[in-house]
C-alpha cells in the first residue's frame, strides 16, 4: 500500500523571467531520517535512504511535474490539475550535493507574491511504499524505510519538514547569520568520541559526506556481489558444458563398446566351428583370431609382414570357402589344406557330414 508523505526544503534564490514568473533551481529531498504523523497522532521515525531517493525511479519522478501553493488533500492528477497546478517542474533532476534537485518556474501572480513574502518553502508531495525496517542512519534511529518513492507534486510552502539546512545557496553563503538577526544555533557531533560544538551547515556538510561515503560502500559492495555471482554462475556454466561434453564422449564410448563387442562375437561365432572348442579365445586380438583360422586351412601360413587387409581378405576368403564346402575344422585335424589334390576327399568329407545331418 502506498502512502502519501511530503518534504520540505528551502528557497532563497530564485530568478524573474521577462513574464513576471519565477524559476528556482532547489534541492527537493536528501537522505535522512525524518519524523511523519500518524493517523493516531503519533509520530513514527521514517528513513530516506541513498538507494531509493537517488534511484532512476524517483529522480525521473520529479520531472514535469506540477506546482502548488500548499500540499492539495489528494495528488495531483489530470482530473484536478487545473484547480491546483500553479507552475511546473522542469526535466532537469539530478543528484547534487548528495540531495535530490531539479529546477521549476512559478506562474501563479498570487503565489508568486507569497513568496517575496517570505513564503519560501518547497515541499514535495510524494507516494511511497512505507516498510516496517528498523535501523539507524547518521545516528539517527528509525522504525520505517520508504521505498519505490514516486514524487506527485512540488509545493510552495510556509514551513517544511526537511527546513534550511537544504536551502540553495552558493559556497559563499555556507556560513550565514540566521535571517532573524542572531547567530545560528551552535549543534554537537561527535568526532572519534569527543563532541563538539558546530554550526548547524557544517553538520550538514559532514552528515553528507558520510552518506556519501556509506551509499559509495554500499554501491562497492553491491558491485562486487554482482560480480560475485557472475562469476559463480560462469564457472557452473563452464562446469555444465564439461560435464556434457563428458557425458557425450561416455556415450560416443559406450556406442563403440557395443559396436566393438558385437564384432567379436561375431568373430568368435564364425570362427569357434573352424578352431574347435579346444581353442582358448581369451586374450587373443582380433588378428590372432584370425590368423588361426587361416592357419586350419593351410597350415604353413605366416602371418609375419602381412598387412591387415590381406589378413581380412585371406580370412573371409577362407571361411566363405569352408562354409561352402559345409566342413568345420577341428583344428589340427583340419582335412583342408587349400591343395587341389584334396579335394575329393573334402567332397567325401560333405558328403558324409550332409548324410549325417539326414
Do not use: C
Request: glycine share 6%; proline share 3%; charged share 30%.
Amino acid at each position: 500500500m502506498k502512502l502519501q508523505r511530503y518534504d520540505t526544503s528551502y528557497i532563497k534564490d530564485y530568478m524573474e523571467t521577462p513574464e513576471g514568473y519565477l524559476t528556482v533551481n532547489v534541492p527537493i529531498t536528501r537522505p535522512g531520517v525524518f519524523p511523519y504523523q500518524r493517523q493516531d497522532g503519533t509520530v513514527q521515525m521514517e528513513a530516506k535512504l541513498p538507494e531509493d531517493i537517488f534511484s532512476d525511479r524517483t529522480i525521473y519522478s520529479a520531472r514535469s511535474k506540477p506546482v502548488t501553493d500548499g500540499h492539495p488533500d489528494v495528488p495531483v492528477t489530470v482530473d484536478n490539475y487545473q484547480s491546483y497546478a500553479k507552475g511546473m517542474s522542469h526535466t532537469d533532476s539530478r543528484v547534487e550535493d548528495f540531495k535530490l534537485y531539479i529546477s521549476l518556474t512559478v506562474t501563479d501572480k498570487a503565489l508568486i507574491e507569497k513568496i517575496h513574502d517570505g513564503y519560501n518553502e518547497i515541499s514535495i508531495g510524494f507516494l511511497s511504499d512505507v516498510v516496517a525496517e528498523s535501523g539507524t542512519y547518521n545516528g539517527d534511529q528509525y522504525e520505517y524505510v520508504q521505498r519505490n518513492v514516486e514524487i506527485n507534486h512540488i509545493a510552495i510552502v510556509e514551513k517544511g519538514r526537511a527546513g534550511p539546512e537544504v536551502a540553495i545557496r552558493s559556497d559563499s553563503d555556507a556560513w550565514q547569520i540566521d535571517e532573524k538577526g542572531g547567530n545560528t544555533e551552535m549543534v554537537k557531533i561527535k568526532i572519534e568520541g569527543t563532541e563538539y560544538e558546530v554550526d548547524p551547515a557544517v553538520k550538514t556538510y559532514i552528515d553528507a559526506l558520510k552518506a556519501k561515503e556509506e551509499t559509495a560502500k554500499v554501491k562497492g559492495d553491491s558491485v562486487d556481489t554482482l560480480q560475485g555471482r557472475y562469476d559463480a554462475l560462469e564457472v557452473k556454466l563452464q562446469n555444465t558444458e564439461q560435464e556434457l561434453e563428458k557425458a557425450k564422449a561416455k556415450q560416443v564410448s559406450a556406442d563403440e563398446l557395443d559396436k566393438k563387442v558385437e564384432k567379436r562375437v561375431v568373430l568368435i561365432s564364425t570362427a569357434k566351428p573352424l578352431l574347435g572348442d579346444s581353442f582358448d579365445f581369451a586374450g587373443k586380438t582380433e588378428r590372432e583370431i584370425k590368423e588361426a583360422v587361416i592357419s586350419t586351412a593351410k597350415a604353413e601360413f605366416k602371418g609375419d609382414g602381412k598387412s591387415d587387409d590381406y589378413i581380412n581378405a585371406f580370412f573371409d576368403a577362407t571361411v566363405e570357402q569352408v562354409q561352402s564346402t559345409g566342413f568345420s575344422s577341428t583344428g589340427p585335424n583340419s582335412a583342408y589344406t587349400g591343395d587341389s589334390s584334396n579335394n575329393k576327399q573334402l567332397e567325401e568329407l560333405k558328403n558324409k557330414r550332409l548324410n549325417m545331418r539326414s
